[in-house]
């Protein structure tokens, strides 16, 4: 009788170790079912809203052509003008102060027969930064964490794009906003 119970132990284990497994099994099973199920209800109703939505519509855009004799509306009148340049100079003064990092102003003169929007384009297409309207045909935006240099090889591209001259300075440490972008849009001097 000793031998007989380690075997019935055994096969006692045995047989929970399969009713376990098939209990396991049978609830894995069933929560595929239902996740299943529950998927193909989402897909279904998915069907329907993407059957109601319909393509919009829009009329087409004519080019507006100028009327003879008008006048190009200037830059200062479609973008912020010197104002609120000079309060993102300011933003950018404490944000150099607080990291003790380089900051360059830079201003951009249209020249030729370019138009201050193709300078305005530029400048976001080559510096990624804001364009701010300081004259009738010139615009100034700020360089963040780049020094002078930077700032003239953004200028020469934008240069390379649309006919145009342009300037940039770096900030001073003991310098205010107001000084910068006075710098900045001094008028150079002839020599």
């Known amino acids: 009788m000793s031998v007989w119970v380690p075997v019935l132990l ?16 049978r609830r894995a099973i069933a929560r595929e079912t239902q996740r299943t199920h529950e998927l193909t209800r989402l897909a279904e109703q998915l ?16 080019p507006s052509a100028p ?8 830059v200062a009148d479609r973008l912020p003008g010197r104002a609120a340049f000079l309060e993102a100079v300011a933003a950018e003064v404490e944000r150099a102060k607080a990291g003790a990092a380089r900051l360059t102003a830079a201003l951009v003169r249209a020249a030729g027969d370019a138009d201050s929007g193709t300078l305005v384009v530029a400048v976001d297409e080559i510096a990624g930064r804001r364009a701010y309207a300081v004259g009738p045909s010139a615009v100034a935006f ?4 780049l020094g002078r240099a930077d700032g003239l090889a953004a200028l ?3 240069e390379s794009r649309a006919p145009s001259s342009g300037r940039a300075v770096e900030w001073k440490p003991e310098e205010t ?3 910068l972008v006075a710098r900045l849009l001094e008028q150079p001097r002839d020599a």
């Open 10 to 25: 055994g096969l006692a284990l045995v047989l929970a170790l399969v009713v376990i497994a098939v209990v396991v099994r």
């Open 47 to 62: 069907g329907v809203s993407l059957a109601q939505v319909y393509r919009p519509s829009f009329p087409p855009i004519e």
């Open 67 to 74: 009327q003879p004799g008008a006048v190009a509306p200037l």
């Open 142 to 145: 700020t360089l963040p964490g």
């Open 156 to 158: 020469a591209r934008i």
């Open 177 to 179: 906003p107001v000084e």
